[in-house]
């Protein structure tokens, strides 16, 4: 009896083996090309929330970090930015876990409350020179509370988004404690039937997690298993540009503020399976062609040698100056002007 209550076992345990080597194999594959996580920075997000029973900034950036834990890398571009004020955050570039960490470390959650708008309208519309320079389809995630308070409005900025960019499908993580907010979120989310509800409260279960990052990021397709095994692909040199480097007008040596984005840049390169890359410097519209070329090749050099300083290869680097002939924002504007004082880096 007992032999075969153990032969028993055994056979169950085969076939459930077998079982599982048939099954087919699941494949994720992204629902999108790329994401941007978007942070209200407003007074009201240093508020208690008190169905949360914890400040509304620090559950946000909590989140962000458990829902980068969960994100597959499934060659997106990410970027993230905040609002009240508008800020980047992390330029677009390929998604890295490590860079959307560093990038979202130095967000604050114990801020003064008072003396800080909430101009949501305006924050949205900040972002459309990043929109502009995505390609296919993009998911902009916002952690609000909705409490718009100045400036434009953010239902009207965020159908022009939509308007201008039909490939975008924004998703809110709603923080609203009161009626306006609740109104601001709903009408953002009813414009488009793509948005997926975020409630922080529901997202601090693991599985509900996952679930919403599925909803959002990616799909599972079964595949078949191969019927021969095939060689070994080399992986390929993804394209990655990471975003403006800003400088002040004139100037070319770094600062500490630019520390945090160059140490994203670098971890981004350690990282990729790139062996070149070019470190292009860019000035605005002021000043002649000559000067802007010098200055830009300064600029270039100035990050490069931060970079090989830091430990990168000088070797893997290569500089050049664009002057201001390449501008990718308004120069009629003091924003657009300073974004265009920028440097980039991009695999040869």
Same mark, same amino acid.
């Given at each position: ?28 594959k ?11 920075y ?115 900025e965020a ?18 404690d ?5 109104m ?80 994203q ?6 990282e ?6 070019v ?8 000043? *002649?062609i ?5 200055l ?24 050049? *100056? ?16 300073h ?10």
């Amino acid at each position: 009896m007992h032999k075969k209550f153990l032969g028993g076992l055994m056979l169950a345990a085969l076939m459930a083996l077998l079982l599982a080597a048939q099954a087919p194999a699941e494949t994720l594959k992204p629902k999108v090309d790329n994401f941007i996580l978007f942070v209200d920075y407003s007074g009201s997000m240093a508020m208690t929330s008190q169905s949360l029973n914890t400040v509304k900034i620090k559950n946000a950036k909590e989140l962000i970090s458990r829902m980068n834990a969960e994100i597959p890398a499934l060659g997106y571009k990410s970027a993230a930015a905040t609002f009240a004020p508008y800020g980047i955050l992390l330029a677009p570039t390929v998604y890295s876990k490590s860079a959307l960490a560093s990038a979202i470390a130095p967000i604050k959650t114990d801020y003064d409350i008072y003396g800080r708008n909430t101009p949501m309208g305006v924050g949205i519309k900040d972002l459309d020179p990043m929109l502009s320079q995505l390609h296919g389809k993009t998911a902009l995630i916002i952690f609000t509370d909705g409490d718009s308070n100045y400036g434009s409005d953010p239902v009207a900025e965020a159908k022009a988004l939509y308007a201008k960019h039909p490939n975008l499908c924004i998703h809110v993580v709603s923080y609203a404690d009161n009626a306006r907010g609740k109104m601001v979120v709903d009408e953002i989310r009813a414009i488009s039937r793509c948005s997926v509800v975020g409630d922080p409260k529901a997202l601090g279960n693991d599985a509900a997690l996952k679930q919403y990052v599925r909803d959002v990021f990616y799909e599972v397709a079964p595949t078949e298993a191969p019927a021969r095994a095939m060689a070994p692909v080399k992986a390929q040199c993804e394209t990655i540009t990471f975003g403006n480097l800003n400088f002040d007008f004139n100037k070319f040596q770094i600062t500490k503020e630019m520390e945090p984005a160059l140490e994203q840049a670098l971890t981004i390169l350690k990282e990729s399976s790139c062996q070149k890359f070019v470190v292009e410097g860019h000035t605005d519209n002021v000043g *002649g062609i000559p000067y802007n070329q010098k200055l830009s090749e300064r600029r270039a050099a100035s990050v490069a040698n931060w970079l090989s300083a830091h430990g990168y290869s000088a070797s893997r680097l290569s500089v050049v *100056g664009k002057g201001k002939l390449e501008p990718k924002f308004d120069n009629k504007t003091d924003e657009g002007r300073h974004m265009n004082r920028r440097v980039e880096i991009r695999n040869l």
